[in-house]
């Protein structure tokens, strides 16, 4: 199964064609911004890299937030797109998960997303939500999972780590595409009220 892997949700740029547990091609870049100029270009130079023809992607998995508002959208956008013209699934999967299972499944995995204005938490059992996405105050994320942990220890992914986008490929060709929906997480309010 060669599957396309697709990061935009946090400060880096970055996508992966695997074939099982080969890596064909994988290009990561940092950024904040510039994501939706960066993204095609890079699939491309990747497609190319991997001498693979988009007809020949069986998948493409995309991370579906928590992230920026904007880098998230541009990311779904894309796949959503992809999948759509070429007929094949899209594996949507959260920020969260995508960084806690980067390094394997087995155990007890946390992961923490810190911005200026939120942070968002999260923790598997080999593999298996125990504490779903949420958001958290700042700080907050300890208490909250040593507590789903019923303190056992686990490994936290923090903040400032980018998600592996071949981790990502290669843990998309086990997932269904019926639970894993490219779909978007928000996991706080909008900051925009409107007036009554």
Excluded: W
């Excluded at 880096?12 to 993204?39: K, N």
């Excluded at 992607?57 to 541009?74: C, E, Q, Y």
């Amino acid at each position: 199964m060669i599957v396309l892997a697709i990061d935009t949700a946090l400060d880096a740029c970055s996508v992966a064609i695997v074939r099982g547990d080969a890596v064909l091609a994988d290009l990561s870049e940092r950024m904040q911004r510039g994501q939706a100029e960066r993204l095609a270009p890079m699939v491309r130079e990747v497609t190319a890299s991997a001498s693979v023809v988009f007809s020949e992607l069986d998948r493409i998995a995309v991370t579906t937030g928590p992230g920026s508002f904007t880098g998230v959208r541009v990311g779904l956008s894309f796949a959503r797109a992809l999948a759509l013209a070429l007929g094949k699934p899209c594996i949507g999967v959260s920020t969260l998960e995508a960084l806690a299972l980067q390094e394997g499944e087995e155990g007890l995995r946390g992961s923490l997303i810190e911005t200026p204005g939120a942070a968002y938490c999260a923790l598997y059992e080999n593999g298996a939500p125990l504490a779903a996405p949420r958001g958290i105050a700042h700080g907050e994320h300890e208490a909250v999972l040593s507590e789903a942990a019923s303190g056992r220890a686990f490994v936290l992914t923090g903040a400032n780590v980018v998600v592996n986008a071949v981790a990502l490929a290669r843990r998309a060709t086990r997932l269904d595409p019926v639970k894993y929906t490219p779909d978007p997480l928000y996991l706080r309010a909008p900051h925009v009220t409107l007036p009554a």
